[in-house]
């Protein structure tokens, strides 16, 4: 009964690769994040959705296309991975009057 | 612009002690805050949240935060650390319409527990 869930856990890619994230919850909320930890553990917004709609879009490559087929999911497909992508991605929901929730994340390593 | 400080990078202190870390806030409106608690290759888990009202916030495993709008701070407090509190805590502010349709984050506080 996770409240939000991440696969996979790890990824380990070359550099080149597409590769896709998956993010589910089931906590009814109606927004869904995506955001980036790097290796110095700074957080950061990359992407916002709520309802199935973008809404936040921080000037993320466009090599990163998330993807929402109902709001109870929140996909993320990099394209063309580099090693600057290597980080700790989390997925998040949220709905009004709610804190936050996060899934328990996917650390990307390119190499 | 709306930031978040976390001036302390690394803090050790020894079980039992009392403990407090440090968060002021950048941010034009009235700010919901919050802080979360990372342990090593785990997720973030809420510790707790301030929206409105009682600016004195209880949250889980023990621990506080107060909201002071004059300072611009919400620090988190404990009044006895145990040796499973060691963890990277983050202060962030919600930003958005709504109110918090992003969190800011800040750059983290590690805590070490010594015995």
């Known amino acids: 009964d996770t409240a939000v869930s991440q696969t996979p856990k790890y990824l380990v890619t070359q550099m080149g690769n597409d590769k896709s994230i998956k993010c589910e919850q089931n906590?009814?909320?109606?927004?869904m994040y995506w955001y980036k930890q790097d290796s110095k553990k700074f957080l950061k917004i990359m992407f916002s959705?709520?309802?199935?709609?973008?809404?936040i879009n921080e000037t993320v490559p466009n090599r990163f296309s998330p993807k929402s087929p109902d709001k109870a999911h929140l996909n993320l497909h990099i394209n063309s991975l580099e090693l600057g992508d290597s980080a700790v991605y989390f997925c998040?929901?949220?709905?009004?009057?709610?804190?936050?929730?996060f899934g328990s994340g996917t650390r990307l390593t390119v190499v | 612009a709306q930031s978040v400080t976390q001036p302390d990078i690394h803090i050790t202190v020894s079980e039992g002690a009392s403990l407090e870390l440090r968060c002021n806030y950048s941010?034009?409106?009235?700010?919901?805050l919050f802080w979360y608690v990372q342990s090593p290759g785990q997720g973030l888990q809420l510790l707790l949240k301030?929206?409105?009202?009682?600016?004195l916030v209880q949250g889980i495993k023990g621990f506080e935060a107060e909201f002071k709008r004059s300072q611009s701070s919400f620090n988190l407090r404990k009044p006895s650390v145990h040796w499973s509190d060691a963890a990277e805590y983050f202060c962030?502010?919600?930003?958005?319409?709504?109110?918090?349709?992003?969190?800011?984050f800040g750059a983290g506080t590690r805590l070490a527990v010594h015995p």
């Open positions: 959705y709520n309802n199935k709609e973008l809404i």
């Open positions: 998040a929901s949220s709905s009004t009057g709610s804190g936050y929730t």
């Open positions: 906590l009814g909320h109606d927004t």
């Open positions: 941010y034009g409106a009235t700010p919901y």
């Open positions: 962030a502010v919600g930003a958005g319409s709504g109110g918090y349709n992003k969190l800011i």
């Open positions: 301030y929206f409105s009202g009682d600016t």
